[in-house]
């Protein structure tokens, strides 16, 4: 557990050292960066997550300073209304810094608009998209017209039997990702799921961990042990493989490449490969997190 | 789970596939027994057998005349070129020569050649188990089941898995990492232990460890890789546990169907390092795994084994 917990931490240290990296408005044009709005959300989910756990961490502190200067500058919030598909990332970002920082961001008058405009939830989206985006109005009291969670919930490919030798990686994400808004802790639905379906989901996580630790796709993997976390199932051997997968995987600078590059037989392509922020941000956000859930059940390491 | 299969459409499916498997077995050379004795066609020749045996035994309950017909073809080859056919038999499969005899008799065309053959088998696993103080490696286990069945050999009794012998267990990752020497040995241990699907597996947990577990992700690994034999032979191994998961095996069958190109052949698309428009040799083992696998999905009371018991 030590060395899992040291894991995490040392994926933490990446992160705050390379947060000038998530700063959507640190580029050379004022125009913000889509991709690094979406890296600021993504951090703001991690931080909600760990500040619960590690409320005086300064890494954290400085995330969140991040974060809130963010929200006070006009070029980002307004970028939404020129970027309405963004906006689940925009109110996962307001949700980290109303709960963890009681804060009330000023970007509220431009979700409404957004909102009232009727975009993100009259365009084509996959249905775990949709799923998110109620999650995320609801997890912050903002009123909608989407349809129920059981309604959006069978639309999913969660709430199918796919054949796992077909799943895609694509498909795999819609999978994680629907069980993240379903069966958040922190904000659950669990009777949106019918019982009857629970074993089916858990054994098509397994299987899929099991082929993400063969075929070596890391961030699927820790998006899996999260699932299992939230699903509270424990596939003991499989969570072990795959938790031994990622520390294998690990550099010293606590980064996690999203692919494991040993598997090509040379573990040295890793440790020599220069940082590639946009490829390796997710999965080592993401283990900073799971390292720590995992940590709680006591998984060794 | 077979018999929930049985009532629906995917039973109807892969009553389907299997007839146009069988139907394949007769085109080009494959029916040619004569051709080359050289290589690999008098092998051929009984994976054809055993094949037809397979699929007659589950499509039509008997024995067709195409079998009899065919069995009639072997028996005589061997008969008029007995050194040759024994130097072929050397290099084939035991358990397939053994299985070969046993329909070869169902079908009343009982081959001299080939008992004599089994009977030499068994003589030499006789003496090899006197000899030996080890546990039976499940490869030979399954031959002696075999050719006890054909009254060859008394029953060896039940298969021991010996445990490692030496150092800890690997660790779950290095299990699940298994490469397929090593999954192919743990599907023997499971058709010895459960006698080809013919028993249920004497307390499978703590012997086969985490095997059973793992099963589903190596048989979806396989197909994702093109290992159609490795996977379809993994799918067998699950359906002889107890407790198989419908959603599986589903899994499974519906792979191997969907490698069946439109002549009723089971086979991968081509590798990548080959040449667009070649088509690989077709593979008669391939065919009877599948068919040996599909034929024991769809009917819950066939086994291959159980079928050529005298």
């Known amino acids: ?301 | 789970v077979t018999s929930n299969l049985e009532q629906g459409r995917e039973a109807a499916s892969l009553r389907t596939s299997v007839a146009a498997g069988r139907k394949w077995l007769f085109q080009g050379d494959n029916d040619d027994l004569g051709r080359d004795l050289r290589d690999n066609g008098f092998r051929s020749a009984l994976e054809v057998l055993v094949a037809l045996w397979i699929c007659d035994q589950v499509l039509l309950g008997r024995a067709s005349p195409e079998i009899h017909r065919h069995a009639r073809r072997i028996s005589a080859i061997m008969a008029n070129r007995k050194g040759e056919i024994v130097r072929v038999l050397l290099r084939c499969d035991a358990a397939l020569v053994v299985v070969a005899c046993g329909i070869l008799r169902a079908v009343d065309s009982r081959s001299d050649v080939l008992e004599e053959f089994c009977r030499e088998i068994a003589d030499g696993l006789r003496l090899a188990e006197q000899r030996r103080d080890a546990a039976t490696e499940a490869p030979v286990y399954l031959t002696m089941i075999l050719l006890h069945s054909l009254g060859h050999l008394p029953d060896p009794g039940s298969f021991r898995l010996e445990p490692a012998r030496e150092g800890p267990p690997d660790r779950p990752l290095q299990q699940l990492l298994a490469d397929d020497p090593t999954i192919q040995q743990h599907l023997d241990s499971i058709s010895a232990l459960t006698q080809l699907g013919d028993r249920p597996a004497p307390n499978p947990g703590p012997t086969l460890g985490l095997v059973p577990t793992l099963l589903p992700i190596w048989m979806s690994h396989s197909f994702r890789t093109f290992k159609l034999d490795l996977g379809a032979s993994i799918l067998r191994a699950i359906l002889y546990l107890e407790d198989a998961d419908p959603r599986v095996i589903r899994n499974g069958t519906g792979a191997i169907l969907g490698h069946q190109q439109s002549d009723g052949e089971f086979s991968c698309p081509p590798g990548l390092e080959e040449p667009i428009g070649v088509r690989r040799k077709p593979s008669i083992g391939t065919q009877l795994l599948c068919l040996w696998t599909l034929a024991e999905c769809l009917n819950p009371g066939f086994r291959l084994a159980r079928s050529v018991r005298v």
């Open chain 1, 1 to 301: 557990m030590t060395s899992l917990l040291q894991s995490g931490d040392r994926a933490l240290d990446w992160v705050a050292g390379n947060l000038a990296a998530f700063d959507p408005l640190g580029g050379p044009v004022s125009q913000p960066s889509e991709f690094r709005i979406i890296a600021l959300g993504e951090l703001a989910l991690l931080s909600r997550t760990l500040h619960r756990h590690r409320p005086n961490d300064h890494r954290l502190e400085r995330c969140f300073s991040l974060l809130a200067a963010t929200w006070e500058r006009r070029e980002y919030t307004d970028w939404l209304l020129h970027r309405p598909f963004l906006l689940p990332v925009y109110l996962a970002t307001w949700a980290a810094l109303r709960d963890e920082q009681g804060r009330q961001p000023n970007v509220h008058a431009a979700i409404q608009a957004v909102l009232a405009d009727g975009y993100p939830i009259l365009s084509e989206q996959w249905p775990s998209q949709r799923l998110e985006l109620r999650y995320r109005l609801d997890a912050l009291g903002i009123p909608h017209h989407l349809p129920s969670y059981r309604r959006l919930y069978m639309e999913t490919a969660l709430s199918k039997p796919l054949p796992t030798r077909l799943i895609s990686d694509s498909d795999s994400y819609c999978i994680t990702h629907a069980i993240f808004y379903l069966m958040d802790p922190f904000f659950p639905h669990e009777d949106v799921i019918p019982r009857s379906h629970i074993r089916r989901i858990r054994d098509i996580v397994g299987e899929l961990l099991g082929l993400s630790i063969l075929e070596g796709n890391l961030d699927l993997v820790i998006e899996l042990l999260i699932c299992c976390h939230y699903l509270r199932w424990l596939p003991r051997h499989l969570v072990d493989a795959g938790v031994e997968t990622v520390l294998e995987a690990q550099l010293p600078n606590g980064r996690i490449p999203p692919l494991r590059e040993s598997a090509s037989g040379d573990n040295a392509v890793s440790a020599q490969r220069p940082d590639t922020f946009s490829s390796d941000f997710h999965p080592t956000l993401l283990w900073a997190e799971t390292s720590l859930l995992l940590s709680e059940w006591d998984v060794p390491s």
